[in-house]
């Protein structure tokens, strides 16, 4: 999934666990889940400037409505897993190789399922799923 699906996924269970332990555990976790759900990833360089820059608007934006430090814990460790992935990317690039990467993330590596959709459906479960989640953990603390 993109970062800012992971990012804003892992930001809300932080904020709703309340704990930066906790917080950093569940974005993990969250990003083998989310990884599971059939959804697109990109393949351009552009997409993915563009996919950080959301991250960092989204952060902004919940720093100034008074999300805490849990919630960016969950947040940057829900996101942090796709690193190795844009590391990979960006070395590949530059090589001009098609090499194949050792990926450490079990759901990178193939060890957990990684689904996968085309676009648009594909970005649409990304959505759904924001949404869904939002939705979840507003009914659960009201
Ligand atoms: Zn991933």
Redesign the pocket.
Known sequence: ?YAVTHFSVGLMLGQAVGNPYAACALGLAS?IVL?AIPHSDYSRIVHGVLDFAAVVAIACISIRAGAGRCALFGGLAAAI??LE?AVAYLRMERDRSPCKHEFL?P??NGLIRHGRLRPPWGVCTQIATVVVVWTLLRSALV
């Open positions: 999934m990003h990884d897993p796709d992935v993330f759901s990178h």
